[in-house]
């Protein structure tokens, strides 16, 4: 299913968590004639005949573009467990709402000269594969087994790079935490009967059960679900079984999804394990994907922690420009990361003399660092590398990195360093309210036709 790999892009536009255009409550007047359950049953069938059902500044949005994206859509949430799947006339509303706020986007980014070379969205689809745990032709494989061409999934990448610069650019230059924003933070953590939220990590084995399967292969499936199960609770390694068996994401990973707040998780998944103690197993859980076994590997209360794991890293930057583009970018840092494995080169003399931030002084030292204090898309990369290690080109909004992993301790916070966290939280919190508020404005300024379907 292509939904597992739209999970982890640059910046998660096909999410409808994350969708500002939803968070306002942005609701148009759908044009009567779309059409989609043909096409989210089977989006490999054949196509209705096109028509345009909204213009956007000029630009329109086509009815096979609103269809294409309500089904991965659909298939994303399915895959994610969500057990309130909305009506597929409130699905569609948001995803065309979701297009339009998307054009109004790119046409602000184009008007204002954001560009994105290929090189940068070859390196996006580098990362996505990464993250999945997959090499490039294999994503390429899925790609094409899931319906979506290579050109549409570059396409979409493209854009969310593009609006990923355009937020840069546009928002977060406006957020500023005073310590004033800081203290309200920990009053409230600190309020009687206040409750940080519940922090878990899970591994997944997904039984996936396809569309419009009979009642009796619904039933081999769940007969197979429960076998693997019993041996999970028996006892067998339940990574082990993930890479053998399931049908979801990160097989190779054993299924870990990762450390995140309970609110972030299916409410089905939170249900499912809520009275487990760490390392339990869940019954099986049914979703519209399939048949889930869920173990809870960590759980804690969130909040402002007395401890983290820290990182001690360093890097180099470059940024593209007309006098150097994102391929030669990306080129010089391969050079460097060939010499500096070769022993030819020192990566920080490297940095010393390349790298275009404040820590090239510094031979590209970043120092310690906690959960938070970097971008995503960097976060994410240096959490992959083990200690020496150095990884690709890396893009982000500020550029494009080398990054090299020195070690890593879990550290006891000082108060001042908790303040920082808290900075960092409080930051994150601004930037979704001013990003969606940005959004809002650009939305009300976009022209906006709704079209009613050829008769």
């Known amino acids: 299913m292509m939904h597992r790999f739209f999970a982890v892009t640059l910046a998660g536009l096909a999410t409808l968590a994350t969708w500002p255009a ?112 997959i090499d490039v032709p294999e994503l390429r494989r899925r790609l094409a087994q899931d319906g979506l061409t290579l050109a549409q999934f570059r396409e979409e990448l493209r854009n969310q790079l593009i609006v990923s610069r355009l937020r840069e650019r546009e928002v977060d230059g406006r957020v500023k935490v005073s310590d004033q ?24 084995l997904l039984v996936a059960v396809p569309e419009n399967a009979s009642a009796e292969r619904v039933k081999e499936l769940q007969a197979k679900a429960q076998g693997l199960l019993d041996r999970a609770k028996a006892g067998e390694d339940f990574a082990a079984l993930v890479r053998q068996y399931t049908d979801g994401p990160d097989q190779k990973g054993g299924g870990v999804l990762g450390m995140r707040s309970a609110e972030r998780y299916p409410q089905l998944f939170v249900d499912g394990v809520q009275d487990l103690p760490v390392g339990g197993v869940s019954p099986l859980l049914r979703s519209a994907a399939g048949f889930h076994i869920l173990k809870l590997l ?66 590209g030292d970043l120092g310690w660092a906690s959960p938070g204090q970097f971008v995503p898309e960097f976060e994410e990369v240096l959490d992959s590398l083990k200690p020496g290690q150095i990884s690709d080109p890396v893009v982000s909004r500020f550029g494009m990195h080398l990054i090299q992993l020195l070690e890593t301790r879990e550290r006891a916070l000082s108060p001042r360093e908790q303040r920082e966290v808290v900075r960092n939280i409080v930051r994150e919190k601004k930037l979704d309210e001013a990003y969606a508020n940005w959004a809002q404005e650009l939305r009300a300024r976009a022209y906006v036709e709704y079209r009613e379907p050829p008769q």
């Open 298 to 363: 960590d759980k804690r209360q969130g909040g402002v922690p007395a401890a983290v794991p820290q990182t001690h890293a360093r890097h180099i930057l470059l940024r593209p420009s007309p006098q150097l583009s994102e391929a030669a970018a990306r080129d010089k840092l391969l050079d460097f990361k060939k010499r500096v494995e070769a022993g030819t080169a020192d990566f920080a003399a490297l940095a010393r003399e390349n790298s275009q931030d404040g820590s090239a002084k510094e031979g």
């Open 181 to 204: 924003d800081i203290d309200t933070y920990l009053r409230e953590q600190q309020s009687e009967g206040a409750q940080a939220p519940q922090e878990i990590n899970l591994a997944m």
């Open 22 to 133: 939803q968070a306002q409550g942005l609701r148009p007047s759908l044009p009567s004639g779309i059409s989609l359950s043909p096409g989210l049953a089977r989006p490999a069938g054949p196509r209705q005949a096109d028509y345009i059902v909204a213009v956007v500044n000029s630009e329109p949005i086509t009815n096979n573009e609103v269809r294409a994206r309500v089904v991965r859509v659909a298939q994303q949430m399915a895959q994610q467990g969500a057990n309130a799947m909305p009506s597929e006339a409130e699905l569609t509303r948001q995803v065309l709402e979701r297009l339009v706020l998307e054009k109004a986007q790119l046409q602000a980014a184009r008007e204002g000269g954001i560009k994105v070379e290929d090189t940068a969205v070859d390196l996006a689809e580098q990362n996505v594969a990464r993250q999945n745990r």
